[in-house]
């Protein structure tokens, strides 16, 4: 009888631990396939042409600009047993604005949502999602 306890409690033992590195195992392997589809991505993407904002329209052009980005990280093979909806682009692209904030007489320059069409700098965040919808790696572009 306590031979049986002790073998089982070893069996036990050794399956939690298969199971944990199992779950690492996938949980890397995903990251790095994930990681791997976004350099490509963020390649392809840096290399297109910038899409201008628009100042005219209420959201600055941000959709315009955001739909024919995902377009582009859309178009990049993707790892085996993904899918196209796994990658995006993060909605509120931002602008580079130049404001004076302060009484401070210097112009102060940032990322912010109003379109500045004489400044043309683009921050686009592209994120990963796992098959369960929970993100997984993401990296942030300047255009």
């Given at each position: 009888?306590?031979?049986?306890?002790?073998?089982?409690?070893?069996?036990?033992?050794?399956?939690?631990?298969?199971?944990?590195?199992?779950?690492a195992g996938?949980?890397?392997?995903?990251h790095a396939?994930?990681?791997?589809?976004?350099?490509?991505?963020?390649?392809?993407?840096?290399?297109?042409?910038?899409?201008?904002?628009?100042?005219?329209?209420?959201?600055?052009?941000?959709?315009?600009?955001?739909?024919?980005?995902?377009?582009?990280?859309?178009?990049?093979?993707?790892?085996?047993?993904?899918?196209?909806?796994?990658?995006?682009?993060?909605?509120?692209?931002?602008?580079?604005?130049?404001?004076?904030?302060?009484?401070?007489?210097?112009?102060?320059?940032?990322?912010?949502?109003?379109?500045?069409?004489?400044?043309?700098?683009?921050?686009?965040?592209?994120?990963?999602?796992?098959?369960?919808?929970?993100?997984?790696?993401?990296?942030?572009?300047?255009?």
């Amino acid at each position: 009888m306590i031979a049986i306890t002790l073998i089982s409690g070893v069996v036990v033992g050794t399956m939690a631990t298969l199971r944990a590195t199992t779950i690492a195992g996938t949980r890397h392997r995903d990251h790095a396939n994930a990681y791997g589809w976004l350099q490509s991505a963020s390649d392809v993407l840096y290399s297109t042409p910038k899409i201008n904002c628009d100042g005219a329209l209420a959201d600055k052009g941000e959709s315009a600009v955001r739909a024919a980005y995902d377009d582009v990280v859309d178009n990049v093979p993707h790892p085996q047993n993904w899918n196209d909806w796994q990658i995006r682009i993060v909605p509120n692209v931002q602008f580079w604005n130049a404001a004076n904030l302060d009484a401070d007489p210097d112009i102060e320059y940032f990322f912010g949502s109003d379109c500045d069409p004489s400044l043309s700098l683009q921050l686009v965040r592209i994120e990963v999602r796992n098959t369960d919808g929970a993100i997984i790696e993401d990296v942030e572009i300047v255009k």
